[in-house]
DNA sequence: GCGTCCACTGTAACCGTTTACAGCGCCGCC
DNA sequence: GGCGGCGCTGTAAACGGTTACAGTGGACGC
């Protein structure tokens, strides 16, 4: 039923050797049998089987993409810019996330195995880190959101840009600034938490723990926290939640709880996700530059894959350039807008790299 | 380098033949033997080879996606919700998306032969028809948002919603009522005109050309659009959208022209993307289950490859039940918020079956 | 005339699994 | 004692390609 090389070569009176030559132009072939074997694969319908290729080649044209549990804006944009950067490298993406598990993981990173040339992989709990002595031996791996021993990855400035906003909070005259906390058990929120405190900490501005309210990243979860912040002894007049949708959760509590934004209450996120440009008031937030994030490593998946392509991205025999640390720290930018009140710069542009995002279909 | 099932063989002194029955559970095996496999196994690190298992198998518990070239939250809900259900039958997903062209996707469709057990497809373009010649024989198929000869489709009620949207606006009162068409090519743009068009057919309301304004599906043109509309001899009192991108564009632009939504132009965007409500003022729109149609994809796909799990998805020798036909039409509902006027409920939360989709992370 | 080289083509090994088939030892039964 | 059956194991043939190697025949230089 379905057409092999073999048929081809039969059809065209030649070996396989020859049919595997003419459509790889692999090797010298006689112009007539070219033709003759090209005629033949169009005829039948030809198309080669990718496994078996990438079976002796080893060679698939394919990154491995294993994401934890966790669904929102955010990981669409990562998700968008890998692929974006995956196809213009001529790679397909493996796409395994929704792991809630760290034993799921490790299955779904086994499953891997001979599927990919490479793998991006984001670890969800500050547990999960056994799982990385189940990589896959051969493929290249880039890993997301944590720095862990010796393998190349990619992180957010978490504590610097937590601490700039609330710096920000801070010097628009805001004492009292409370704070959603993300998932416990998650690196990136532990950062966050650490900025915010940084920042009250230089400004010896004190802080309280009835300030520090536990979220778990979810829009839910940050209009649940609001109750607490404004049941607080002393109410504070800011809210810097660790991430944009609990931020908008937290819009959402404060107009049922008639609280105005901001004239009563500043409210800040972070991550920036597309939509907080378009929540009322527009949401300040710290600007990730998230698809950025996916393309990077992307970027560096194909120096590793391909070192003889992108001499620039190699640690020369001196000098290490910064492209080439294992570790690479993407900075954050704040963008100010009107829910924290304060010089809202109207709607802070993104950067240039972002553009494009905005296209949607249908 | 990397190790084999050879040498796990090898190391606990048996064939492959015994090593893979071990590990398969596959065939019977003297316990003390499957534990000498096993813990060489175990101690070598040995994780199967995916693609040399699938070769002969057949099996690659990988479905490909092919998306055309058009990002946007429409798309990240859609793949959401594939992924979602794939993984819920512990399927990857083999992700090629933004082809700009029909040559490029062709050149996508082929190269997953081999590597996917079934294939979900979406369209771009009304020329692109002819790819579906070149689909891999073997793969079952779904089609997303296109009926296009027998294959199994899944598709908007786009003329059903826009019709309905529209009425919703006559019976507002509205009498003239523009449209920012969507992408010219493009089928669902087609339809939703015919569908606005209908509307105003039914309630004997004249249309005119000067309000059917093309656009191109994204925000920028949105915005674009409305300046065309603004300048109409008659100017429209309401705008319909072909989709939310174009309606927000559309939303900004009016702004930035002093025209008040909704008191002086009601406005209706199609496709209720999460970010239709919280846009300001929340966006009416017509609500289609976008990450429902990823899973029901999933799900038709899964009755394909698996008939004798899923007998109710069958077409029995008599009746064909609903559930088979094989183009299903998504139907779509109302979701009336503030951007229109009338008598906003507020705003209407979404089907359960989109629930959680506001988690997010970090 | 003969050796060399080159363009072209075929044979067969190999990639890492699964699995049909066969072999072996042992038990129990006629 | 022969024999069928069973439990366990190994051998080898696939799966569908790529590619090293070994021809073949003709052109060409000496």
Known sequence: MTVTIRDVARDAKVSVATVSRVLNASGPVHPTTSARVREAAERLRY??????????????????????????????????????????HGYHLLLSSAHASPAEMKAALRSMRGRVDGLVVMLPDLD???????????????????????????????????????????ALGHRRIGT???????ADAGERLRGYRA????????????????GDFTEAG?????GALLAAAERPT????????????????????GVRVPHEMAVAG????????????????????????????????????????????????????PMVSRHEKCATTLVIRRSCGGRASGDAVPPASEAGRDATFP
């Open 222 to 226: 940050g209009h649940a926290a609001v």
């Open 270 to 321: 972070f991550d920036d996700i597309p939509m907080a440009r378009y929540v009322d008031p527009p949401l300040s937030s710290v600007h990730v530059p998230i698809a950025r994030l996916g393309t990077r490593a992307v970027e560096r998946l194909m120096a590793m894959l391909h070192p003889e392509l992108h001499p620039e991205l190699q640690s020369g025999p001196g000098v290490a350039s």
């Open 128 to 170: 999960a880190l056994e799982l990385l002595a189940h990589l896959p031996d051969g493929a290249p791996v880039v890993l997301l959101n944590r720095a862990v021993g010796q393998f190349p990855a990619l992180t957010i400035d978490n504590h610097g840009g937590a601490r700039a906003m609330v710096r920000h909070l801070l």
């Open 180 to 186: 959603i906390v993300g998932a416990e058990s998650n």
């Open 238 to 257: 800011a809210i810097f939640a660790a991430n944009d949708a609990m931020a908008i959760g937290a819009l959402s509590a404060l107009r049922e709880a």
């Open 199 to 214: 920042a009250l900490a230089e400004a010896a501005v004190p802080r309280r723990a009835e300030w520090e309210v536990r």
């Open 47 to 88: 198309v080669p089987h990718g496994g078996a290729r990438s079976l002796v080649t080893s060679e698939t044209y394919t990154l491995g993409v294993v994401l934890p549990d966790i669904y929102g804006e955010f990981f669409s944009e990562v998700i968008r810019g890998l692929d974006a950067a995956a196809r213009g």
